[in-house]
């Protein structure tokens, strides 16, 4: 026998959840987004699908990228308890500075596209995360403008090597000018990949104005305000020639780029070098005795080759042959505390490009720090149920590939 009473309103109404009144409603939106698939999900209601596939998507049947996300269901952790882990550090040292955490923001092209707010908005919540950015050669904003939009920023530079090498020189010049403190050179785009993705949408750098496009706008009235109400959409370091980005890829950058090309980097550039784009333990060697800093293993995240080679997979065997020498990052298909596993097997931390600019794409500069805040808290979490209280102590006898 069940003893009942009446409902009293105010025993009722604390329980009815209401907004922060702090938060505007964007912002309540994405505090509902508990992780990067929340996020992406958000996002793609927000920019017109071939800009949404455009960060998505990948090269050809998207295998390499498929197969790059799913090796981190194959992390098995072997958590130990009973250890004190209620203050955990997460921060480690990146090129002779500390990140907050095991985390750089990944270089990537066209930023201004998924958002107007662009590559200063990331520059300023990874400053406010205490982590590097990188700005990539494809950016919407130029070296200068990103310094002094974000003068607090870590800020990397991520060379493509052109064909023309005075202007790559003038380039370089301007980002040591401009205080970035690390070169970061990419080498898996002798070619474009085929992005089947942006060919069907017909995305073109800058976009162009066909019927789709124009009923596409009907959709997206923000977006499209944004777009034409701010600096044209281009990029900001060369100029762009009207194609497909696999097309403009493979239309500037330069083929024979080799070993010689990082010897000659070396020669003009005062700071730190990574190689960004290392898909094998003998190139990571080769680049090794070049005298680089670091390396990424990174497939692009997967919009290269297709069917490529996993960075996960990769992770041990480089960390054997060169870790010794240079420091590893990863990347690829990371959006969560995965994290972790990486810094377990012998990553001094990863990059990360999709996670945040679907916050991007889903609240301009709040849905970055929300992407920030979710990475956190999975990293923190994930540590803490290991019995691991700090990333140094990370070892991959915490974790095995099933
Ligand atoms: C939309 C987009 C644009 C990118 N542009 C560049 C670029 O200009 N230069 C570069 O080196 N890598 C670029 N990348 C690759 C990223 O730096 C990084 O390797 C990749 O995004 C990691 O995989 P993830 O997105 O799954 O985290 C781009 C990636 C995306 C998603």
């Given at each position: 026998m069940v003893n009942r009473r009446l409902l009293r309103w105010e025993e009722i109404a604390p329980l009815i959840g209401r907004r922060d009144?702090?938060?505007s409603r964007g912002q309540a939106r994405l505090e509902r987004c508990a992780s990067i698939g929340d996020l992406r999900a958000l996002a793609r209601r927000r920019v017109p699908r071939a800009v949404f596939d455009y960060v998505d998507g990948a090269a050809g049947s998207e295998t390499t990228l498929l197969r790059s996300r799913q090796a981190y269901a194959r992390v098995q952790f072997q958590p130990r308890v009973l250890?004190?882990?209620?203050d955990v550090d997460l921060s480690v040292p990146m090129l002779g500075e500390r990140s907050a955490l095991p985390i750089a923001f990944a270089p990537t092209g066209f930023t201004r596209m998924m958002h107007h707010v662009g590559e200063p908005a990331v520059a300023e919540a990874a400053a406010e995360a205490g982590i590097p950015y990188a700005l990539s050669t494809?950016?919407?904003?130029s070296v200068e403008d990103l310094a002094a939009a974000a003068p607090h920023t870590r800020r990397w530079f991520q060379l493509y090597m052109w064909r023309d090498r005075v202007a790559v020189e003038a380039l370089v010049r301007r980002a040591e000018e401009s205080g970035y403190d690390t070169l970061m050179l990419t080498v898996d785009t002798a070619v474009g990949g085929i992005r089947l993705r942006d060919v069907r949408n017909g995305l073109t750098i800058p976009p162009q104005l066909r019927a789709a496009t124009i009923a596409q706008m009907a959709l997206y009235p923000r977006w499209w305000a944004n777009v034409l109400t701010t600096?044209?959409?281009?990029?900001a370091s060369l100029t762009s020639t009207g194609g497909t980005v696999g097309d403009l890829l493979t239309e500037v950058f330069d083929p024979t780029i080799g070993p010689d090309h990082i010897t000659w980097l070396r020669g003009i550039w005062p700071g730190r070098i990574i190689v960004k784009g290392i898909q094998s333990i003998e190139d990571a060697r080769l680049v090794a005795d070049l005298g680089v800093d670091a390396v990424v293993l990174s497939n692009h995240g997967g919009r290269q080759i297709d069917m490529g080679n996993v960075p996960l997979e990769l992770l041990p065997g480089v960390v054997d042959a060169v870790g010794d020498r240079l420091e590893v990052y990863v990347d690829g298909?990371?959006?969560?505390?995965d994290i972790v596993s990486a810094c377990a097997f012998g990553a001094r931390g990863v990059l990360v490009g999709r996670a945040y600019l679907y916050g991007l794409m889903a609240g301009g500069a709040d849905g970055v720090r929300r992407t920030v805040a979710i990475l956190e808290k999975e990293i923190r979490t994930t540590m803490q149920l290991l019995g691991v209280r700090s990333v140094a102590e990370l070892n991959p006898g915490y974790v095995t590939l099933r």
């Open positions: 009144p702090q938060l250890r004190d882990v209620s494809l950016g919407t904003t600096p044209p959409l281009e990029f298909g990371i959006t969560s505390g």
